[in-house]
């Protein structure tokens, strides 16, 4: 659904503000990067401001050519011998899309990445490659093993819950927990395989304009002042308004994209399952279905007064539950498996 591409920012409270004054320091002098598309200037939310300096591209080799793709990400600020926490997005998004939680996570200690899944984001797609599910993941374990190096807590939201269980299953080395956030993980793309391509075009074209991210914000956040609606629905289209998104967007589609329904009883890692309580995208009925499908290693967490994006929404929640699971004993039984978060 298009309400899955978006992510955006709201108002949030005082430990958000902490986080994004702790990241001023390391701005680029210059602003934002050069390789952003100029209309970041425009962008009036601070916590996108931020975290849109940071964005850089690293190298990755992923074999369909002698070249690097120059991959787009956020690296942390310190590095250290702990289980890095990897963030991925949703459908059609970017990393801008943790502004919120990413620095209440490096405010707690941890070690966070925030990656642009091959063919969203802003990486460097000049060249082109497949950007089918196979691609990306293949992109994702060369990101990992040239730069990361050491099993992540690998955390997807909505469509990156699939992209996350696809990945864990073909490289569990490289996982060593899981947290899935309002996965959607039982819908795909497969009837869209059928359509003409310029049919394909057209619809991807449809999901660049303002009047459907600025519905499908209100879908997802309900009612919000226009003018900060606008604001948001600015960030959450950044990335389109690079040159190759269309075509790459158009590869995914056509490729079928994730369908990973199969994989989910795979899942060998410990996961923690994050609901909000009001998800109008992916229903309550879905998101018990995958925490007994994931098993006795699956324990779930439902934010209460939340929709489909709890890591936006809900930030200090997220946060903390990401942090308190990263840190946790692996092998320590959880005595509460199936919980409620009072946020606040």
């Avoid at 941890?110 to 642009?116: H, K, N, R, T």
Wanted: glycine content about 8%; some cysteine; charged content about 20%.
């Amino acid at each position: 659904m298009v309400c899955l591409t978006l992510g955006f920012p709201v108002t949030g409270g005082k430990g958000t503000e902490r986080g994004v004054g702790k990241l001023m320091h390391v701005r680029a002098s210059g602003g934002f990067p050069s390789f952003l598309p100029k209309e970041v200037h425009q962008i009036k939310d601070p916590f996108a401001r931020t975290l849109a300096q940071r964005i850089q591209r690293l190298p990755v080799q992923i074999g369909f050519s002698e070249s690097c793709i120059m991959s787009s990400c956020v690296k942390p600020i310190r590095q250290d011998e702990t289980n890095p926490v990897v963030l991925l997005h949703c459908f059609d998004s970017s990393c801008l899309e943790w502004r919120r939680t990413y620095p209440l996570l490096e405010e707690a200690g941890l070690e966070v990445w925030a990656v642009d899944v091959l063919g969203w984001g802003f990486s460097d797609l000049e060249i082109l490659p497949p950007c089918d599910a196979a691609t990306k993941r293949f992109h994702l374990y060369q990101l990992w093993k040239t730069h990361i190096k050491r099993p992540m807590i690998l955390v997807g939201p909505s469509l990156g819950g699939a992209v996350a269980i696809d990945f864990a299953v073909n490289y569990p080395e490289a996982v060593k927990k899981l947290v899935l956030i309002n996965a959607s993980v039982y819908e795909g793309t497969g009837l869209l395989t059928k359509l003409p391509r310029i049919m394909a075009y057209s619809l991807v074209s449809l999901l660049k304009s303002m009047p459907v991210r600025l519905y499908a914000k209100f879908l997802v956040f309900g009612n919000i002042p226009f003018t900060t609606s606008l604001d948001w629905t600015n960030v959450g289209r950044l990335h389109c308004l690079l040159p190759w998104w269309e075509d790459a967007t158009v590869s995914y589609i056509l490729s079928g994209g994730y369908n990973v329904v199969a994989q989910i009883k795979q899942v060998k890692q410990k996961t923690l399952v994050i609901w909000g309580e009001h998800d109008k995208i992916v229903s309550s009925k879905l998101a018990m279905k995958l925490y007994c499908e994931l098993g006795p290693n699956s324990t779930m967490q439902q934010i209460p007064d939340c929709g489909h994006l709890p890591h936006v929404e809900k930030p200090e929640a997220v946060a903390k539950l990401i942090a308190d699971f990263a840190r946790a004993d692996s092998c320590k039984e959880d005595p509460n498996p199936l919980a409620t978060v009072v946020d606040g």
